[in-house]
């Protein structure tokens, strides 16, 4: 092979970062070169390389796509310093970077916002824990979850969206609408009962109660400090009492399908089902702070640094990137 595997090598035949990008560009046995990558040590080097513009996004793309460079070392290569993070998204966005690819080189990363965008699915870890989900939240540590064909309230692991434990949803019959809270407290609606609820963490039973703002409460979420709820008949978003469930301000919702919404005392997740998007919203004025699409989304919730999301048609759970 014409490229030296170590960094010694390189700096001895005086070859500069521009020097070996362009080597790599113009290299058409991707096979070799993917070895030779993945041979060399020096990871604060081939970020270097991989940032730099003489490598075209298409063909690092082509080059982190193939077999012969491991999982492990792409990951690395994506998480160094070096790899600036707007070349990091235009490669793991390109057409050449395979989805079966980014599904075994994501869960290695240690920074999986670095080369995902906001809005982006964690596309390795998804999963159907129920028939027909109508409401996610929670934070880093748990998540909160319901179905409205069963109608049940769930704990899901945050590993894997398995069943960590149930209970029938507060309103017999009713339709479990929304859900959300932190590991301290859940916040739950129900569009048939028109009610909002706490619940307790330890068994899903009513803490308390009240009807809801208006006739069709899709979400909520928040945490302890905060309520966040929706209402698709309204078209609103809201700030409600943490003490009696009151509203304590509200808005127009970005889109006429409001269905879910959740996050923490500082951000504000939103989605609504009608033109099929997620929404980071102003905790100040529940403005639209960025946005991204995502099929039919049901509900939304997290925090800071997670976003929960679930979708029906397809039915699944998954996690997106913050951005």
Known sequence: MPYPITAPGIKKLSLTRASIASSFE??????ELAITIDLLNEVDLLAKVFDHPNLSESK????????????????????????????AESIWHHPNLTL?????????????????????EYTW?????????????????????????????????TTDFSVVRSASSPSPGGIPSGIGGDSSVIWHCDCDADKVYELSTTDFSVVRSASSPSTNPRGIGGDSSVIWHCDMDAYKV???STTDFSVVRSANSPAPAPFGIGGDSSVIWHCDAYVNKVYELSTTDF????????ANPQGIGGDANTIWLCCYIPTKTCELSTG
């Open 238 to 240: 809201y700030e409600l």
């Open 287 to 294: 403005s639209v702070v960025r946005s991204a699409d995502s």
């Open 125 to 157: 870890k998804t999963a159907s824990p129920s028939i027909s989900p109508s409401g996610i939240g929670g934070d880093s540590s748990v998540i909160w979850y319901c179905d409205d064909y069963v109608d049940k309230v769930y704990e899901l692991s």
């Open 60 to 87: 690092a793309a082509l080059i982190f796509d193939n077999a012969n460079l491991s999982p492990s070392k792409a990951a690395l290569i994506f998480d160094n310093p070096n790899l600036s993070e707007s070349k």
């Open 26 to 31: 113009e290299e058409t046995d991707v096979d």
């Open 100 to 120: 079966a690819r980014r599904n075994a080189i994501g869960p290695l990363l240690a920074n999986p916002d670095k080369p995902l965008v906001f809005g982006d």
